[in-house]
């Protein structure tokens, strides 16, 4: 092979070992209260910093002026040509200044002249101090140019007089400025490091672990939800009730999807007997029809019998393999004149004029948009529901009279409400809260239960409601609610 070729690989090899030697980042929780620790930490150090400054800045030239102030002060007191003028200027300069000046009754002294200096100096009056004035000369002694120079302004303590003036340099206070504020910055360093060292670690030892545990148990259960969760500890702050909320829902899905598992289970074995089922019905109802034929008295009686318990049958291994779908496909909506659905559903519902008949009150060319198919099923259960209600009754000889259904139809703003009414007995107490719920029935032994619970999931996919509005002797009013669409 190549020398270069396996100079090459042999790069990449090592490339590869780096990469997988290198440390993995934090995760974004602890890199970002790690980030907030820091800079909460400098925002106390600026915070403390910028009045400190300003408190060094001022008392830096206070002292120059009470320096100055003394020394003026021995200079005149003693005795006249005691001094000479060369020793005075020494002893006036050994307060770093280059010039002194004092007022006393309006008259300005100049004790010390000032040499030609290359700019006016600033002009500070600690007699009347500023916040932002404070805080902002500092700046610009630190920023401001080497010539720099500085008047500053204040009354004397040592001696009488309106005010004591002095010209000083500006580049020794910046170097002491300079100083004391990496002096600062290193003990606020050194004290925010340990303040925010121990934050985080109270944080991470109070929060982050109890979360890194919150998730490593939900990305455990989400990834096998058999796996037995750890147990809650017994804290009683909101991380406390987050691990015990978690591990009670954990419970709860866990038993629902062996539940659910147990259904499919059961599903697909009522799915292989209703098959078979339907087989044995389909032969059963071919023999009954070619015994239909039969000239035998007892065969023609017993005959209708025969057919409503086969029709029966079928119908409740229609109904059962219907709810045992994982879910109704999603409506194809079109635009339906409710008048001709509500007919069409009527007559497969077995309402007819010499029976039990439908009464329509529905406003003039009402339409909807639904899916053709799912609203006549709805419309179907209902108005058989109703029909076999009131025919119970009618065998029974509870009632005289044909008995009827009414439809009528309410439209708002945001949807229309159909309202199927019946005057039948009405739906027993005990059933009418769980009416909507599987092989719950309110009639007779003739319905699976099943017939409402399909409607109202029906109705739900187009966005709608169906409820039971009333019930009672004089009879039983369901709610179709359906959204109006664009």
């Known amino acids: 092979m190549n020398p270069v070729a396996v100079h090459i690989e042999g790069l990449k090899d090592r490339l590869g070992r780096l990469a997988a030697r290198r440390p993995h980042a934090p995760d974004g929780l602890s890199s970002r209260l790690l980030v907030l620790t820091t800079a909460f930490a400098v925002a106390v ?41 060369d020793t005075a200027e020494q002893l006036l300069r050994i307060g770093g200044v280059s010039a002194v000046a004092i007022s006393d009754q309006g008259v300005l002294r100049q004790l010390l002249r000032a040499p030609d200096l290359p700019r006016a100096p600033d002009f500070i009056d600690l007699r009347r101090p500023s916040l932002t004035a404070r805080l902002w000369d500092p700046v610009r002694t ?32 910046k170097l002491e400025l300079r100083a004391f504020l ?62 015990r909320e978690l591990a009670r829902m954990q419970d709860e899905v866990r038993q629902s999807l062996r539940a659910r598992s147990r259904l499919v289970a059961l599903g697909e074995a009522v799915a292989k007997i209703n098959h078979d089922l ?65 007919t069409a559903a009527a007559e497969d519902a077995g309402l007819e004029r010499d029976g039990v008949r439908l009464v329509k009150s529905l406003p003039a060319r009402l339409s909807i948009q639904a899916d ?68 719950v029935s309110g009639k007779s032994s003739d319905g699976t239960g099943l017939g409402l619970t399909i409607s109202r999931e029906l109705a739900a996919n187009h966005g709608g409601d169906l409820r039971l509005v009333q019930t009672g002797p004089q009879g039983t009013v369901f709610e179709l609610r359906l959204p109006l669409q664009d």
């Open 142 to 173: 630190l920023f401001g140019p080497p010539d720099r120079s500085i008047r500053v302004r204040d009354r004397p303590r040592y001696r009488s007089g309106d005010f004591i003036d002095v010209v000083a340099p500006a580049e020794p206070l």
């Open 45 to 85: 150090w600026l915070l403390i910093t910028g009045p400190n400054a300003a408190s060094f800045h001022e008392q830096w030239l206070t002292d120059r002026l009470q320096a100055a102030e003394l020394a003026s002060v021995g200079v005149e007191a003693l005795p006249y040509n005691a001094v000479d003028d």
């Open 372 to 439: 053709p198919d799912q609203l006549h099923r709805i419309l179907v259960n209902l108005m058989r529901n109703a029909r076999q209600a009131i025919e119970g009754d009618l065998t029974r000889g509870v009632r005289r009279g044909r008995g009827s259904v009414r439809l009528s139809a309410d439209v708002t703003a945001s949807d229309v409400a159909i309202r199927i009414a019946d005057d039948g007995p009405g739906i027993p107490p005990r059933l009418s809260e769980r009416l909507f719920e599987p092989f």
């Open 278 to 342: 339907r087989n044995m019905l389909t032969s059963a109802q071919m023999a009954s029809e070619r015994l239909a034929d039969s000239a035998d008295p007892q065969v023609a009686k017993a005959m209708p019998r025969l057919e409503r318990a086969l029709g029966r049958a079928a119908a409740l291994t229609r109904n059962v393999l219907d709810y045992g779908k994982s879910e109704e496909p999603p409506p194809v909506l079109a635009r339906i004149a409710l008048a001709s659905a509500a």
């Open 182 to 243: 990496l002096n600062g910055l290193l003990v606020s360093l050194v004290v925010s490091l340990a303040a925010g060292a121990l934050l985080y670690a109270g944080l991470s030892y109070l929060v982050l672990q109890p979360l890194r545990r919150v998730t490593r148990s939900i990305e455990g259960f989400a990834a096998d939800p058999e796996t037995v969760a750890a147990t809650p500890s017994d804290r009683q702050d909101e991380i406390g009730r987050v691990e």
